[in-house]
């Protein structure tokens, strides 16, 4: 089967196996055959490598597979080292994604927003909000309703498809109506 059993599966699967690496390393050591495994799955990304590793491990006695979870859950979050960080984006391709942009101003009717298709390589998850330390928590949160309500206004924003092609230029087109008027001061209240 080629295909994804469910909406972001081959994420799911990539995201497990990557927490589950290093404990498999820690219990079983350098040479274990489900490390081969996960190493495989994650180095090709392929949907069917990445199964079978999860196969392998679901297929462990129940004791090393209860050991291996709670390390998973009970791992202190430890941050990551530069290097580490850059090893694991040699590992896999990078993913596409739309990425939005705010640029909340001291009053709220101006904030700027952008979207894009874009290319991320840290972890891939389907929804990714970064707040830079010191925004205005009401300034975060009002530029967060602008985005949902955007989102909501132009549901092709999320699609693949619609970036194909279409470049910025399509962004800039379908911008909010409030952000364009705004910018080129046309709005209602000067007509």
Do not use: C
Not at 7 to 24: I, K, M, T
Request: no cysteine; hydrophobic share 40%; proline share 6%.
């Amino acid at each position: 089967m080629d295909g994804e059993r469910y909406v972001g599966e081959r994420r799911a699967l990539r995201h497990f196996l990557q927490e589950l690496r290093p404990l498999v390393v820690a219990v079983l050591g350098e040479d274990a055959l489900l490390r081969f495994r996960i190493d495989r799955g994650l180095g090709s990304g392929d949907l069917d490598a990445l199964r079978k590793a999860r196969e392998m491990f679901h297929n462990q006695p129940e004791e090393l597979k209860r050991r291996l979870m709670r390390g998973i859950f009970e791992a202190p979050a430890a941050r990551p080292s530069k290097t580490r960080l850059l090893e694991r984006y040699t590992e896999r391709e990078p993913e596409p994604f739309v990425r939005f942009d705010a640029y909340p101003a001291a009053n709220a009717e101006d904030v700027g927003l952008s979207v894009e298709l874009d290319h991320e390589l840290s972890d891939d998850i389907p929804i990714r909000v970064l707040v830079s330390p010191g925004t205005l928590p009401s300034s975060a949160a009002e530029a967060l309703r602008q985005i949902a309500a955007w989102i909501e206004r132009d549901r092709r924003l999320l699609s693949v498809r619609h970036w194909q092609g279409t470049g910025r230029a399509a962004a800039e087109t379908e911008r909010p109506a409030a952000e364009t008027e705004h910018e080129h001061g046309d709005s209602a209240d000067h007509a």
